[in-house]
């Protein structure tokens, strides 16, 4: 029954495990520490007294365990039958995929062929609205022409016909 004073890393060293992993045996088993001269942690323990298993490293969720055995025939002509099954219920997928996009396509042509007939009566509505425009501005500018000289003659006939002789 020896004790050591051992650092974490020469703790989880001797046992094969990290340094971290060390400093959490000796907290789970309450040894007791000290610091050392060189500023590190060191932990007294009896070798003999801990018991340690080095536990397999662990894998990642999903992950399979790999197996040395072979998979035999039979199990593998049933996957083979399954993934072709799996490859003609994914062809159908596609194919019906395919079919929507056509038909989309069609669609889209159809809608733009409106879309170009609509857009021709549009620009012949907006030609016939600026022509109508044009010529009620026209119009409004003759009347204020025809009102202009209205007025000028109302004003030439208001003033009498002797001030108009006399001048």
Request: aromatic fraction near 4%.
């Amino acid at each position: 029954m020896t004790i050591e004073s051992l650092t974490y890393a020469e703790f989880g060293q001797r046992l094969g495990i990290s340094p971290e992993a060390a400093r959490k045996k000796a907290r789970a088993l309450r040894l007791q520490t000290a610091l050392g001269n060189d500023g590190k942690k060191r932990v007294s323990v009896d070798l003999a007294d801990v018991s340690h298993s080095a536990r397999p490293p662990r894998r990642p969720a999903g992950e399979q365990p790999v197996s040395g055995g072979a998979i035999p025939a039979v199990d593998m002509l049933r996957l083979i039958d399954e993934l072709r099954a799996e490859t003609g219920r994914k062809s159908e997928a596609i194919a019906a995929e395919q079919n929507m996009v056509r038909e989309l396509q069609a669609r889209v042509a159809r809608f733009e062929a409106a879309l170009a007939g609509q857009r021709d009566l549009v620009t012949a509505e907006r030609q016939r609205a600026d022509t109508a425009s044009r010529r009620a501005d026209d119009l409004s500018a003759d009347r204020d022409a025809w009102r202009e000289q209205a007025q000028t003659l109302a004003a030439r006939q208001s003033v009498s016909w002797w001030r108009r002789l006399v001048g």
